[in-house]
């Protein structure tokens, strides 16, 4: 149950970085403040940011091997994206599964260095 827990915090975590960043930017483009070619540029930040916090909250919390536990985060958030991906487009291309392991790779190193900063 405390796993459980410390995965939903760090999905919370993530969820929320993700969905307050892009409302900020989303913000600023809207008013002109930035323009599509940035927005298209933190269109892929966002995420990989949010991830590497998630996997940071969870490597604060675990007590070895950070690089499993943010593999477990990235790969269980991965699969929720490619899902809805699939549902709607109607394919799949390279760029695709790069950023998808760009993802879970972020997610890595996020616990890693989480599990670095623990204090002792």
């Known amino acids: 149950m405390k796993y459980l827990k410390r995965i939903l915090k760090a999905f919370l975590f993530t969820a929320l970085s993700i969905l307050i960043l892009t409302f900020i930017f989303t913000f600023l483009n809207y008013f002109g403040i930035i323009n599509n070619k940035i927005m298209m540029v933190f269109k892929i ?21 950070g690089y499993l536990e943010g593999l477990k985060l990235g790969l269980i958030i991965t699969l929720l994206i490619l899902i809805g991906n699939l549902i709607f487009k109607e394919h799949l291309v390279l760029k695709d599964f790069i950023f998808y392991l760009s993802l879970i790779i972020s997610s890595m190193f996020g616990s890693m260095f989480g599990i670095n900063t623990k204090k002792e």
């Open 45 to 65: 930040i966002i995420p990989i940011f949010s991830l590497a916090l998630g996997g940071f909250i969870l490597g604060k919390g675990a007590n070895k091997r």
